[in-house]
C-alpha cells in the first residue's frame, strides 16, 4: 500500500485562530478584547493633539516626555489593534503554528520605541539643565498652570483605559494584551508622578526652581519609559526563538506514547517546543495498512487528548500514516 497521510486529528487553531471566527462571529471576549483597544485608542487621539499645543506652547519638558511618548505608543497602538483583529479573523492562518512570535514582536516594537524615545528626551533634559535660567524667561505665564490641568485630564483617560484593557485582557491569552495592558497601567503611574511634577513646577512657576522640577518629571519619565521597554524585550526576545519544552513535559509526552506503544507500529517524528505561553506538540505515526481508518483516527484522537490532559491548552497534531 502507498504512503499516505491521514487527516490530523488535532488542528492547531489556539485561543484566537478557531474557524468561527473566519465567518466574521466573534466571540464576546474577542470583541471585548477590540473594543478596550479601541477605546484606549480614542482616549489618547483625544488628548494627544492638545498635549502637543500645550507642550510647545508651556514649554514644559516633562510635557514634551509625555507627548513623545503618547505618540510613539499610540502610532503602536493602532498597528497592534489592526494585528489583533487580523488574528482575531483567522487572517493571520499562513502562520503554521499560531501568531504568538507576531505578538512578541509587537511588544518588542514597543519596547523599542520607548527607549529611543527615552534616549531623546534624555539628551532634551540634559541641554535645559545646562541652561536653566534661559528656560525661565522663555517660558510664558500660565504656561505650566494649563499643563497641569492637561496633566490632570490625562490621568482620569489613562486610569480609564487601563482598567477597561484589564477587564478585556485578564485571562492572558493573548501577548498583544498583555503588552498592552502592561503598557496602560506604567501610562498611568507615569502620568500621576508627572501630574505632580508639573505641579510643584506651576506652584514657583517663573523660578529657577520650576525648570528643576520640571526636569525632575522628565527625569521620573525617561527612567519609566526605560524600564518597560527593558520589560517588554525580556518577556518577548527569548519567545522569538524556539525553545524546547522542560525535561518533564517532554517526559510527559513520552508516557502517553510508551502507553500507546502497540497500537502503533513506528514512531516517525515526535517534534515539540514553546513560544511565550504557547506549546506545540507534532507527532507522526507509522501504522499498518490494514488497520481501518476509523482505528487509525481513533487511536490519533487518544494521544493527543491524553498528552492535552498531561499539558492543558497545548495544541497537539497526531498525524497516522500508513506504511508500505
Known sequence: MPDQTVAPTSVPTGPLQTGHLQTGHLPPEARARESSMLLGIGFDLCIFFPYIIVSVWGGSLTMLAETVRGGLLLALEVVVFILLRRIQRGQMSEYEFGSGKVEQFANLLVGAAMALGAVWLASKALGRLLAPAAEVAAHPAMGMAVSAALAA????????????????GRDGTSMIMIGQIKSRFAKVFASVVVLLAIVVAAIDEGQVASVYADLGGTAFVVLVMLAVAVSLWRASLPDLLD?????????AINRVLVAHFEAYDALLAVRSRQSGKAIHVHIELGLDPDLPLVRADALSRSIAAAIEAEMPGAEVVVIPRCRA
Open 153 to 168: 485630564v490625562n490621568v482620569v483617560v489613562n486610569a480609564l483605559a487601563a482598567v477597561s484593557l484589564w477587564r478585556a
Open 243 to 251: 525553545r524546547s519544552l522542560g525535561e518533564e513535559r517532554q517526559a
